[in-house]
């Protein structure tokens, strides 16, 4: 999808369903998010920007990490998720980064320059249509010792959480008869550690360090293995191989997702590999 056609998408029902699917999402994603932190080391008092903040749960985190001296922009194309991450940011405790948040496109949107020291994502910078422009634009906003700091998740293969319902659907609807093109848009266009250099490169940022983490993806809202599966395929690939179709091939695609996912399910969650790259760059001097 094209920008246009990702911004009329988060603002339509797959918006609306991620906005209600926030919290469940917030807690799977958290300690990647925590991770990330640690990673990049935010420093106190520091400016910083969140790209594709969503419902805003890391933009919090984020700001905690901050402390009071901080501020924090969360932007979004999301009207329905910005609107979660509002809920959520009010009456924030004195410790926190002040925090406010901006419904644009962060390809395109003219930032004041110079005026972050972080430009931070998590999983918010996979989905841009020319991302050496977006990262450009990008660009200007930061601080000349200011950092990009972003996770994205690694390839289909290396994250089971996905490939496995994939797959066992598959067995009961056609992939699509375009060979999809690896780099379009989407969760997993950065799974090339060397595309993503190449970009940050052309984009004006230097010294690009990619690393690879491994995590354990939980999925533990519901007691019973078919619940917690027909929750997990809601957010992964499998929820548009489904829209549209009639109830028993829906019904035929979970049977076969659960058969697949059962041996990843003990004590009321699904315990799944997922991995990710965490990556920072500067300014080309």
């Known amino acids: 999808m094209n920008n246009a056609e990702q911004i009329d998408y988060w ?12 919290a469940r999402m917030a807690r799977m994603l958290q300690p990647i998010t925590a991770a990330l932190l640690d990673h990049l080391a935010p420093q106190v008092g520091e400016c910083a920007l969140d790209i594709g903040c969503g419902g805003g749960g890391q933009t919090l985190l984020l700001a905690e990490r901050l402390g009071g001296t901080g ?16 809920d959520k940011s009010t009456d924030l405790l004195p410790e926190y980064a002040s ?29 841009f249509d020319d991302p ?7 660009k200007r906003a930061l601080r000349p010792r200011g950092r990009l700091g972003f996770c994205c998740w690694q390839s289909l293969r290396d994250n089971a959480w996905a490939a496995l319902p994939l797959q066992a659907a598959l067995q009961y609807v056609a992939a699509p008869q375009d060979t999809p093109d ?61 829209a549209d179709r009639e109830a028993a091939s829906v019904a035929r695609m979970l049977d076969a997702a659960t058969q697949a996912l059962a041996p990843y399910f003990s004590d009321g969650a699904l315990r799944l590999p997922g991995a990710v790259w965490f990556v920072q760059a500067r300014l080309a001097s």
């Open 11 to 22: 603002n339509g029902e797959a918006g609306q369903r991620w906005a209600a699917e926030d």
């Open 71 to 86: 501020s924090v922009l969360g932007i979004d194309i999301s009207a329905p998720m910005l609107a979660v991450a509002r």
């Open 99 to 127: 925090v406010h948040f901006l419904q644009a496109d962060a390809a395109a949107h003219a930032f004041e320059p110079a005026s972050f020291d972080l430009l931070f994502s998590r999983f918010g910078v996979m989905f």
């Open 132 to 138: 050496v422009a977006a990262f450009s634009n990008l």
């Open 182 to 242: 690896p780099h379009a848009p989407g969760p997993f266009a950065f799974a090339d550690p060397q595309r993503v250099r190449a970009i940050l490169g052309a984009a004006g940022f230097a010294d690009v360090s990619i690393e690879a983490h491994t995590f354990t993806m939980v999925f533990g809202e519901r007691a019973d293995l078919r619940g917690n599966v027909e929750e997990l395929v809601r957010m992964g690939p499998v929820a548009r191989l489904m």
